[in-house]
């Protein structure tokens, strides 16, 4: 089944230990990308990838590190989580030719 | 980026038709609307999108004028299922230096009665 694997699903954790949400796809899609969704605020981006190796900027990437090392695998990093990050989080990934993103299950963090 | 504007809110009757619209008047040649939806808290759901021609799946119709300012996603006959926020998102086209970021707004939260 085609699909975007988020892990772990629930994590909470303290502040200033840091962890790591791994993210997977297996549609051999070029991009990829991570939000975070917070009340009143909506759905916002983190990071995005264009393919290996390629990453930029979205509009809340402060706080966050990500690489992409392989195609499949996107992983979000939190250095130092501070309880500000405290957030629902959603990968998501689709071909850079057109189409829209398949997202994840989400990971609901909290930072205490 | 341009921005979208959508209704914050709208019923439908279970059967009948859903009209969502949403004004994109700052729509650049090289953009395309987008459409997702978010059941509760699950991750957002790909529903549909264009460049300037009407265009229909199994899911939905998407109807953007001429002038490319406005859209209207059709639900044909809403089930209580279709109940969700839905976005509409403007996105640069494939190829594009900033075609993997993608600006959701506030969307239309759709309620279907019985």
């Known amino acids: 089944e085609a699909q975007v694997t988020q892990n772990p699903r629930y994590l909470i954790t303290v502040t200033g230990k840091k962890l790591t949400v791994t993210c997977s796809q297996n549609?051999?899609?070029?991009?990829m990308s991570w939000y975070r969704q917070d009340p009143g605020l909506g759905l916002r981006q983190i990071y995005y990838?264009?393919?290996?190796?390629?990453?930029d900027k979205g509009d809340v990437p402060e706080g966050y590190k990500v690489s992409r090392k392989e195609k499949r695998n996107f992983p979000l990093i939190l250095e130092s989580p501070s309880p500000n990050q405290t957030s629902l989080y959603f990968c998501?990934?689709?071909f850079g030719q057109g189409g829209g993103y398949t997202f994840g299950s989400g990971t609901r963090l909290t930072v205490v | 980026d341009a921005k979208t504007t959508q209704p914050p809110s709208m019923d439908c009757a279970e059967g009948r038709a859903a009209n969502l619209p949403c004004n994109h008047s700052?729509?650049?040649?090289?953009?395309?609307v987008y459409w997702y939806r978010q059941i509760h808290s699950q991750g957002p759901q790909y529903i549909i999108h264009g460049l300037k021609n009407n265009e229909t799946n199994e899911m939905a119709s998407l109807i953007i004028t001429e002038d490319r300012k406005s859209s209207t996603l059709i639900l044909p006959h809403a089930t209580l299922r279709d109940t969700a926020v839905y976005y509409c998102?403007?996105?640069?086209?494939?190829?594009?230096?900033?075609?993997?970021?993608?600006?959701f707004g506030q969307g239309t939260i759709l309620t279907v009665h019985p």
């Open positions: 990838s264009m393919n290996v190796e390629v990453t």
């Open positions: 998102i403007v996105r640069v086209a494939p190829g594009g230096t900033s075609y993997g970021k993608l600006t």
């Open positions: 549609m051999n899609h070029e991009y």
């Open positions: 700052t729509i650049s040649g090289n953009e395309y």
């Open positions: 998501a990934s689709s």
